[in-house]
């Protein structure tokens, strides 16, 4: 069983940067595409970015494109989401998610939705004071 843990959250400034880290325990993890969610104070969780297996295909919610960018490290089982000019309305519980499929090919549809994936970590908080 994958288990995924999330760090880098924090309290920033708007217009500053965070970079969340995502760390899975296996190594099968570097063979699944990966995903970060968040979750805003009374909303639903919400699509934020999505990595193939190999990081070579990336996908991103309209509301992060061009700040956000998501990578991989394989030989570090790790994922990393990169937020530049943060925005309160980032303020989130962010969220790293594992879809137990191998050398996957990027749906652009299927990534956005939380039932494709299998593995979820517990979030990491993250604040944009104005």
């Known amino acids: 069983q994958v288990q995924l843990v999330e760090s880098g959250g924090g309290l920033v400034r708007a217009g500053g940067s965070l970079r969340l880290s995502c760390v899975a325990s296996?190594?099968?993890?570097?063979?699944?595409?990966m995903a970060w969610f968040r979750q805003a104070p009374g909303k639903e969780r919400e699509f934020v970015a999505a990595t193939t297996w190999s990081g070579s295909s990336t996908h991103y919610a309209g509301s992060g494109k061009g700040r956000f960018t998501i990578s991989r490290d394989n030989a570090e089982n790790t994922m990393y989401l990169l937020m530049n000019s943060l925005k309160p309305e980032d303020t989130a519980i962010y969220f790293c998610?594992?879809?137990?499929?191998?050398?996957?090919?990027?749906?652009?549809?299927?990534?956005?939705?939380?039932?494709?994936?299998?593995?979820w970590g517990q979030g990491a908080q993250v604040t944009v004071s104005s």
């Open positions: 296996e190594r099968t993890f570097s063979t699944y595409s």
């Open positions: 998610a594992a879809e137990r499929r191998q050398y996957g090919r990027l749906d652009r549809e299927l990534a956005t939705m939380e039932g494709t994936y299998d593995y």
